[in-house]
């Protein structure tokens, strides 16, 4: 069965940093997509950024860019987002989501992605 966990949400100021983590495991995929997305109360998920396990291309929603780094680490199934100057306009639950079956530039895109972990809480305080 696949798992997708986050972990590092938490509390920070405006212009503070967090590093958020997601680990993947129970799927067979040596090249696939992961993700981040993320959703604020009230309102609908959003693509924040994507990249895939065993390339190093990278997509990011306009409102990151600059700010935001997504990583992996392909020996521990994991992604890392690096969130630096946040916002408050940034705070939300963040949801780590993977696309097994695409890799490449198939992933450099917010459409691709059906596999989801719980999420993680993010809080910006002005």
């Known amino acids: 069965q696949v798992r997708l966990a986050e972990s590092g949400g938490g509390s920070v100021q405006a212009g503070g940093s967090l590093k958020l983590s997601c680990t993947a495991s129970g799927h067979t995929a040596a090249r696939y997509c992961l993700g981040w997305f993320r959703q604020a109360p009230g309102k609908e998920r959003t693509g924040v950024a994507t990249?895939?396990?065993?390339?190093?291309?990278?997509y990011y929603a306009t409102s990151v860019r600059g700010r935001f780094t997504i990583s992996t680490n392909a020996a521990k199934n994991t992604a890392y987002l690096q969130m630096d100057d946040l916002k408050t306009e940034d705070a939300g639950t963040y949801f780590c989501a993977a696309a097994f079956k695409w890799s490449g530039g198939s992933c450099l895109s917010f459409s691709k992605f059906d596999e989801w972990g719980q999420g993680t809480v993010v809080d910006v305080g002005d």
């Open positions: 990249t895939f396990v065993g390339g190093s291309a990278s």
